[in-house]
Structure formats: structure tokens, C-alpha cells
């Protein structure tokens, strides 16, 4: 343990140094015996009856269900309302069953196959769902909130999350100090040692926008299990390398030992709601089956399973224990045994009543009031995001201003806020400042921002400037956006720890927790999002179809290529269109209200705006949209300070709205019947296509076009353009990559759409295996070869499709 305060060893010595300091009323250990046979014949029932089904028995930790008892128990003692609980497999239904008192029947009718899903989407395993439930605390008499976070099996994945969320709820209720709201993480031993988000989470505790004021982590230790397991090698030396890296006071206890076990506990969550720090409670206990129950851990562990064969059942060796100090009879402990396996038989007989599963029971974040009673959407519309005039100056003037008396500010930075001065009274504004604007308005109206990621305060690339430093005191700092109005909601913009996984995976946790925020995540470039690939994969994209559960985080994703090497190019948008479900080969009904259905039906959103005032739209959007979807922003660089980059105010007041596709609008577009072709393309490429034509005077033969929405794929407004010029030939154009960026995502819409009588021809770079080069001069060469193919009307003379 590496604590170097005083008061914190003093406190911990004085816990467990002081003599006799264990000391149980025989109503404690009464209660402890109780919840131990309800851990205990919970695994017993199960097996029982579905004995060939997978379960991730508790068997060997029996105790981890008082010990989590214990720990709310404590909590709740001290002040706690909401406890948000993350864990993986192991002994997750009984923690359902037994600590969060999920209906027994609803978890048995899971173990149905037959039962047919109410809900869309593909669902998910029993041992990953969620859950939350307000109820009573027994021992208290207090109400208490607890929810278990659905979790893929990536294990450790989910610790973020449940931080994120655990965040969210403290800053909600304004517990900035945690005194309400706490988060307690379960761990196995291997994923624990092992998985690197485990530190990422840790390392979190520690900044001030990201901490939730200490976390009470419990490891199910069962590390003699997995000591010979083929499967893996042991994890480095536990727990002495972990204890180093959690810098968190880690409290090793026996879990045979039941009253240690429980007072261990104690002191941990006391530790906890004292000095609001983490805190390890290391159960060191056995597995007594295999990995699952259909594994047979005689295979590989021949010698050591022959040992925990003969270890007794921790309920045994209690129940002896209690039984022979006269707290309890043998009747009295035959009773409680029979009196639960009662209550298991009767919900069993309930849950074989039951038709339909509804994974909706198992929401661990429901957000009233915000969908109907039956969970859909009050509307299928989405109102017009544009606002008035007079808010967008007001924006733009306090943007451009600094609200502090006597606070000085860097030269370089009064340039940028004159800058930002001369554009609002011009009418315009970069990508900045529609950015500010799409946020400011937002909190206008009670949406609380929360923008999250490395250097975002001041923008990776210099430009956005949320937190103005005094240059002349120390750490004396003024954040603009909150001083907009005297009633909006609160912004938040902080620089994360240097993590991706960790980061996203707490945003995304922050984003369930209530629907009316808007929650951005920013990669410093988009390129490294892939360090955070779980998130995106077994979260962002799959979340809803698996757990019911809408979020709308938003991913700022710097992407475009610069000439600045492989890395700092592209975010990859081929990977999340490969992952966007909406079907290519479909023919779709042009309903009235499309637009917004396709929206409804999709798992993400993914946009390359081309226009400030475009991502300004996109932004407000996410926010009136009647549900939530996660959405994808690739977010300019270069086009951060171009020139032709600004919008007018004329784009985004009243009645203005989000264009998913932003037509040719110049000479071609007024006689399209001459237009011999028309190039699709989308974000930055527009800019550099624009010169072109001009440098080669083909304004009026050639259009072009710009996909702003890619997915959700605007099958209706392709189809208008491309009915618009019914003699151009059709070429999509993109500066990634043949093998990634766009085009084997449209190339089959377009199909779709076009009936296969038109092709679309490809304009961009070959395929490579890197995303970009490294080579300033490659990368020009590149870019005006194929700025040439999309300008030569001959190039796809004669050739099929
Ligand atoms: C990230 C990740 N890698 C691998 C796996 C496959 N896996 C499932 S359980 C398991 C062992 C977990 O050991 P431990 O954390 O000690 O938990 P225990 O099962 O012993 O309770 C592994 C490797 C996984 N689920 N997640
Ligand atoms: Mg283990």
C-alpha cells in the first residue's frame, strides 16, 4: 500500500491493529448466516435445475453477496442514496437476485429459450444485463438506488462506463462531493491484473472533472483456480505490482473467513465515504467448479481440484460455527435454508407463466419522461435547428469577450477573440464559433454540454479557446460559456487523463444517465479512437440492439488527409460505416417522415459536415431529435482556418435546418442539362474539388455535390441529384484510400438507389495498406492525380460497369 498521508495510515492502523476490534452482535451474524444462504442456494437452485446451462456460478465466493451487502449497508449508514454498481460474469445473476433483488421469476424465464423477445434488437446474454431498482434499505430503513450496468464480456470494459455514469448522477443531484452517489466496481483477478482499462479507470479518480470521490473495488480472487489454466498465463505478481498501480490501499481478507470478510468491507466503504478515495477489497477465496459449469477443471488442474473437492462450503463451516456458540439452532438454520429454497420454487413456478421477455425490464438507466409509456419516441419529427439572430450575436459578442475584471489575457489570444469580434458583426462564423454557438444555445435552453478529451479546452489544433488563462496569476482561469446567460445550464469542458478507452468508455457512462445533455468526446486526432475500439464496438455501436438502451454521445473525430503521415490522417471512416446497420441493398419507401425514421432506425449517425453552420445544425440536432442515437462527427483540421470555411449567420437562424446533403448550387446547378458531370463527394475534398474546377474553367460541365449525412445513407436527396442531371456521369470522390474512407459504403447505395442504371466511377487514391504517406511530396502527387481523373471528362470513356 503506497499512502503517504498520516491521518489515512493512522486511520487504517487504527481499524485493524486496534484489539478486539472485530466484535459481531448475534443479530449481525444472524443476518450474515442468512445472506449466505440465500448466496449460497441461489447457485444450488440454478444448478438444480437448468444443470447444463452457463451461469458463472459463485460457488468458492459464496461471500461475495454479504460482502456487497455490507458495503451498501455501510454506505447507506453514511449518507449514500445511488449506489452504480459494475462487474463481470462471476456470480452476476446471484448479485441480481440477492443484492439488487431483481423479481426472481424474470431471472429464471431468461434461462427459457423459447420465450420470444418483445423488444427489437438482438439481445443479449443473461449474465450481461443490467438493471435498477429503488428500494429500502433493510438495515437502514433508508431509500436506496441501485443499478447494475449491462456489460459486455470484454471484461474490465464496463469500469468506465459505471464511472461515467456515477459522475453524471453526482453532478445531477450537485454532489460534488460524492456524499450520495457512489460507484462499486467488481473484479476478477486475472482481468484485473491483466486488462489495462483497469488502471485508466483508476487514473481517472484523480481529476477533478472525471473523479466520483472513491470507488469501493472488490477482486473475486480466486487466482489458485486459473494458477495452471492453459487458458493464460498467471498475471504478473499479484497483488503487490497491482497494489502499485492502483495507488489505492488494497485490504486482503480470507473469504472462507465470513465475519472478517464483512468487517473488511465495512472498513472499506467507511473508507470510502470518509476521505472519498478507492479502495481494493481483495476476497482471496477458490473457484469450486471450472471456468463456467459445463468446464471440468480436472482436465488441467488435476491435483489442485482435487483439493478444493475437499474444501467445505463456506455456509457449512459458518453455520457449524454459529450453531456451536448457541447464536443459532440447527431447526433455525434448516428453516432459513428451506425458507428460501421456498421462495425460489414459487418464482420459478411464476416465471414459467411468462410468454414474453422484455429486455426493457432490465434498462439500468431509465430516462422518465422522456420516451412514452411504452418506451417509443413522443414525436417522429424533428423541429428546425436554427435560432434567432439576436441569440447568435449574443453568442458570438460574449465568445469574443472576456467576462473577468482585471484578467489579462495572452496577446496571441486577444487576436483570436477580435478575430471572432469581427465575424459576428459580420455575420459569419468559422468552426469555432459555430461551435460555440451550437453549444451556447444548447445551454440556453437547459441542456447541460459536457466536452471531454485530451487538450480540448484549448483545442488540440489552437482554435477553440473554452478557458481563458489570466497570464499574470497563477491558475486563475475563466470559461466564457458559462457566463452566457444567468439561468443556463452548466457547461463543462475538461482535458482528460492521456486515455482513450478509459475516457470514452466514462463519457459514453455519462451520456446514459440523463438525455437531455449533450456529451462530446473529442480524439486528439480521430486516428486514435482505435485505442478505444471496445467502446465503439461493444457499447457505441451494438448498445441499443443489445440492451434497449438509447445513448447520444457525440465523437469529435479530426480526420482529413494533410500531407502529415500515416497517423495523423484518418479516423477510419470506413470502420464505422461497415458497422451502420441500415441495409444497402434495400429499396427504401420515401415515407413523409424518412428523414427522421432512418434516423429512428439506425444504431449511429455518421456525418462529414463540409460547412460551420452545418456542424452547427448537426450539433443542436442531436439534441431535438425525440430519441437518442450516437453520432460520428469526422471534424475538419485544415479547414478550421480555410478561408472559404464560414458560414453566414443566413445558415443557422430560424428555420434553418441540418442539410444532409448539400447540392451543387452554382452555374452547373442552373442548367443541368449541360452538366456532363456530376461529382459526389464529402468534407474537405469539396474545398480542394472547387478550386480545381475553377482552375480548369468547368464550372457550368461539371457539378458537385456534397454528402453531409453519409449514414444514415439520404437515399431521397442522392436520388433528387442525381435525377437533376440526367446526362452527367456520375463519380464519387474521395481523398482516402480506395480501400477505405466512403466509397464501399455508397457505391451499393448508390446502386440501390440508382436502380443499376447509372454507375458511380471512383476518384481518389489507390488502395495502401497505411492510411496515408509520410511523404509531403507522395501526398501532393497523389492528391493532383486524382484531382485530375475527377476533372477529365474523358477518363471513363468506354469503359462498363
Ligand atoms: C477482454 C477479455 N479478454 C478475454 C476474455 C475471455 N475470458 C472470459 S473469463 C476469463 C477469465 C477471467 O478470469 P478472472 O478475471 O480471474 O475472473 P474469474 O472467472 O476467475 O472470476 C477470460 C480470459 C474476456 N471475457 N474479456
Ligand atoms: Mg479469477
Redesign the pocket.
Known amino acids: 500500500m503506497f499512502i503517504n498521508d498520516v491521518e489515512q495510515c493512522q486511520w487504517i492502523r487504527q481499524k485493524f491493529e486496534t484489539p478486539g476490534v472485530m466484535q459481531f452482535s448475534s443479530e449481525e451474524k444472524r443476518r450474515l448466516l442468512a445472506r449466505l444462504v440465500r448466496s449460497m442456494r441461489f447457485e444450488d437452485f440454478l444448478a438444480r435445475k437448468w444443470s447444463s446451462e452457463k451461469r458463472?456460478g459463485l460457488e468458492g465466493?459464496e461471500v461475495m453477496i454479504p460482502a456487497l451487502k455490507t458495503i451498501i449497508d455501510k454506505s447507506s449508514e453514511m449518507g449514500i442514496e445511488n449506489v452504480i454498481l459494475g462487474m463481470?460474469?462471476?456470480?452476476r445473476l446471484n448479485v441480481l437476485a440477492n443484492v439488487i433483488r431483481k423479481d426472481l421469476e424474470q431471472i429464471f424465464c431468461q434461462f427459457d429459450p423459447k420465450l420470444e423477445a418483445a423488444d427489437e434488437g438482438s439481445g443479449d446474454v443473461k449474465y450481461h444485463l443490467g438493471m435498477y431498482h429503488e428500494r429500502i434499505n433493510r438495515v437502514t430503513n433508508r431509500n436506496i438506488t441501485l443499478s447494475l450496468v449491462a456489460n459486455p464480456?470484454?471484461?474490465?470494459?464496463v469500469d468506465p462506463v459505471v464511472q461515467g455514469k456515477t459522475k453524471a448522477e453526482q453532478f445531477y443531484r450537485g454532489d460534488a462531493q460524492g456524499k450520495k452517489v457512489m460507484s462499486i466496481l467488481v473484479?476478477?483477478?486475472?482481468?484485473?491484473a491483466?486488462?489495462g482499462v483497469v488502471y485508466e479507470t483508476f487514473h481517472l479518480s484523480d481529476l477533478p472533472s472525471y473523479t466520483t470521490n472513491g470507488t469501493v473495488h472488490v477482486v473475486?480472487?480466486?487466482?489458485i483456480?486459473?494458477t495452471t489454466d492453459p487458458?493464460?498465463a498467471r498475471s504478473s505478481p499479484y497483488p503487490t505490482d497491482v497494489a502499485r498501480v492502483v495507488n489505492a490501499p488494497i485490504f486482503h481478507v480470507n473469504a472462507d473467513d465470513p465475519e472478517a470478510v464483512i468487517y473488511v468491507c465495512s472498513v472499506a466503504a467507511e473508507w470510502r465515504n470518509t476521505f472519498n478515495k478507492d479502495v481494493v477489497v481483495d476476497l482471496v477465496c477458490y473457484?469450486r467448479r471450472g471456468?463456467n459449469e459445463m468446464d471440468e477443471p480436472m482436465f488441467t488442474q488435476p491435483l489442485m481440484y482435487k483439493q478444493i473437492h475437499k474444501q467445505v462450503p463456506v455456509l457449512k463451516r459458518y453455520a457449524d460455527k454459529l450453531i456451536a456458540e448457541d447464536t443459532v439452532t440447527l431447526q433455525e438454520f434448516e428453516e432459513e435454508i428451506a425458507k428460501y429454497d421456498r421462495i425460489c420454487e414459487e418464482a420459478y413456478g411464476r416465471s414459467k407463466d411468462k410468454k414474453i421477455l422484455h429486455i426493457k425490464h432490465w434498462l439500468d438507466s431509465p430516462w422518465p419522461g422522456f420516451f412514452t409509456v411504452d418506451g417509443e419516441p413522443k414525436s417522429m419529427t424533428c423541429p428546425t435547428t436554427g435560432i434567432p439572430e439576436d441569440v447568435l450575436t449574443h453568442i458570438g459578442n460574449v465568445a469574443s469577450s472576456v467576462p473577468l475584471e482585471d484578467f489579462k489575457i495572452h496577446t496571441g489570444l486577444s487576436r483570436i477573440l477580435w478575430g471572432r469580434a469581427d465575424m459576428t458583426k459580420k455575420r459569419e462564423v468559422d468552426w469555432a464559433l459555430a461551435e460555440y454557438m451550437a453549444f451556447g444555445s444548447l445551454l440556453k435552453e437547459g441542456i447541460h454540454v459536457r466536452l471531454s478529451g485530451q487538450d480540448v479546452e484549448r483545442g488540440t489544433f489552437s482554435h477553440r479557446h473554452h478557458v481563458l488563462h489570466d497570464q499574470e496569476v497563477d491558475r486563475r482561469t475563466c470559461v466564457p460559456m458559462n457566463h452566457l446567460w444567468p439561468d443556463q445550464a452548466p457547461y463543462t469542458v475538461c482535458n482528460s487523463s492521456l486515455s482513450e478507452y478509459g475516457v470514452l468508455g466514462f463519457e459514453l457512462g455519462y451520456a446514459m444517465a440523463s438525455p437531455n445533455a449533450l456529451v462530446l468526446w473529442e480524439a486528439q486526432f480521430g486516428d486514435f479512437h482505435n485505442t478505444a475500439q471496445?467502446i465503439i464496438d461493444q457499447f457505441i455501436s451494438t448498445g441499443q440492439a443489445k440492451w434497449v438502451r438509447h445513448n447520444g454521445i457525440v465523437l469529435l473525430l479530426p480526420h482529413g488527409m494533410e500531407g502529415m503521415g500515416p497517423e495523423h490522417s484518418s479516423a477510419r471512416p470506413e470502420r464505422f460505416l461497415q458497422m451502420s446497420n441500415d441495409d444497402s441493398d434495400a429499396y427504401p419507401a420515401f415515407s413523409e417522415d424518412f428523414e427522421v425514421r432512418q434516423l429512428y432506425d439506425c444504431n449511429w449517425i455518421v456525418v462529414n459536415c463540409s460547412t460551420p453552420a452545418n456542424y452547427f445544425h448537426v450539433l443542436r440536432r442531436q439534441i431535438l431529435l425525440p430519441f437518442r442515437k450516437p453520432l460520428i462527427i469526422f471534424t475538419p483540421k485544415s479547414l478550421l482556418r480555410h478561408p472559404k470555411a464560414k458560414s453566414s449567420f443566413d445558415q443557422m437562424i430560424s428555420g434553418t435546418s441540418f442539410q444532409r446533403v448539400i447540392p451543387e448550387d452554382g452555374v452547373a446547378a442552373r442548367a443541368p442539362e449541360q452538366v456532363r458531370r456530376l461529382i459526389f463527394c464529402t468534407g474537405k475534398v469539396y474545398y480542394d474539388l472547387v478550386k480545381e474546377r475553377s482552375n480548369q474553367c468547368l464550372d457550368d460541365q461539371v457539378a458537385i455535390t456534397r454528402l453531409e449525412q453519409i449514414s444514415p445513407f439520404p437515399f431521397d436527396l442522392i436520388k433528387r441529384e442525381a435525377e437533376k442531371y440526367p446526362g452527367a456521369e456520375l463519380v464519387w470522390c474521395q481523398e482516402e484510400h480506395k480501400n477505405m474512407g466512403y466509397y464501399d459504403y455508397i457505391n451499393p447505395r448508390f446502386m440501390t438507389i440508382l436502380k443499376r442504371t447509372r454507375p458511380i466511377w471512383y476518384v481518389g487514391r489507390d488502395p495502401a495498406a497505411a492510411p496515408a504517406t509520410g511523404n509531403r511530396n507522395a501526398h501532393l502527387v497523389s492528391l493532383k492525380k486524382f484531382l485530375d481523373t475527377a476533372f477529365n471528362l474523358k477518363a471513363f470513356e468506354g469503359k462498363t460497369f
Open positions: 458463472f465466493c463481470p460474469h462471476r456470480g464480456s470484454h471484461l474490465e470494459a473484479h476478477g483477478d486475472a482481468a484485473f491483466g486488462q473475486v480472487n480466486n487466482q483456480g486459473f487458458r493464460m473457484r471456468h471496445c
